[in-house]
């Protein structure tokens, strides 16, 4: 997309490793990640509705990929552990979004990521969601908070607690890293919530409460 076309949006959702190597197949999937499913289709449909932005990101590695020598190989280019899992291909295989991918665990650093951002200069608000929290969520939110106050932009960064998840492991309690994780993020200017509302939501609640 043109950088004239991406200077319209306000409202840009990004949608982190929602891919099967993470939530149902190979060395680094944990399937309780799939409970967050929900929440993020019910994000993206809003998004497209109210006529946001979407950004899918897929850990994406070559075999030799340098990474591997901290975490397990996984999630190789040509596999299926590097495709959206199925809940989340048609939006892609439709077009609707954009996809980026990335050989770290921070997309900052993804082929095009940071040139898009840039040319997105009508934003107002960027969300996340994904997995996993203390990983490549906080490594996507807090450099791109820092990165967005460099430049004196005034964008809030959105994650909402109940679409972001991380892993369970004997050495990784999945509760522990991911207050821990919120709580960094927080601290560092993104604005932590329990659930993704639009002031369209909280309107139609107000309403029917009166």
Same mark, same amino acid.
């Given at each position: 997309? @043109? *950088? $004239? &076309?991406?200077?319209?949006? @306000?409202?840009?959702?990004?949608?982190? *490793? =929602?891919?099967n190597g993470f939530v149902t197949e190979g060395a680094l999937a944990d399937p309780e990640i799939a409970k967050i499913i929900p929440e993020i289709t019910r994000i993206i449909d809003q998004t497209i509705e109210e006529g946001g932005y979407v950004a899918f990101v897929k850990d994406t590695h070559h075999e030799k990929s340098k990474e591997f020598e901290s975490f397990p190989p996984h999630c190789i280019k040509g596999t299926r552990e590097a495709e959206l899992i199925d809940e989340l291909k048609p939006y892609e295989d439709l077009g609707l979004g954009i996809s980026y991918e990335k050989n770290s665990t921070s997309?900052? +650093? !993804? @082929?095009? +990521?940071?040139? *898009?951002?840039?040319?997105?200069? &009508?934003? *107002? &608000?960027?969300?996340?969601v994904g997995c996993c929290t203390d990983i490549c969520i906080a490594n996507l939110a807090i450099p791109l908070k820092n990165f967005l106050n460099e430049n004196d932009r005034d964008t809030k960064i959105v994650v909402p607690e109940n679409a972001v998840e991380t892993f369970n492991a004997q050495w990784h309690d999945? $509760? &522990?890293? $991911?207050? =821990? !994780?919120? !709580? =960094? =993020?927080k601290q560092s200017g993104v604005e932590v919530v329990k659930e993704y509302k639009t002031e369209t939501d909280i309107r139609y609640e107000w309403d029917t409460l009166s």
């Open positions: 997309m @043109k *950088d $004239n &076309e991406l200077s319209q949006y @306000k409202k840009l959702l990004i949608i982190v *490793d =929602m891919i997309t900052i +650093f !993804a @082929k095009g +990521f940071l040139k *898009d951002i840039e040319s997105m200069t &009508e934003l *107002d &608000e960027i969300v996340i999945r $509760n &522990e890293w $991911n207050l =821990m !994780a919120l !709580a =960094m =993020m």
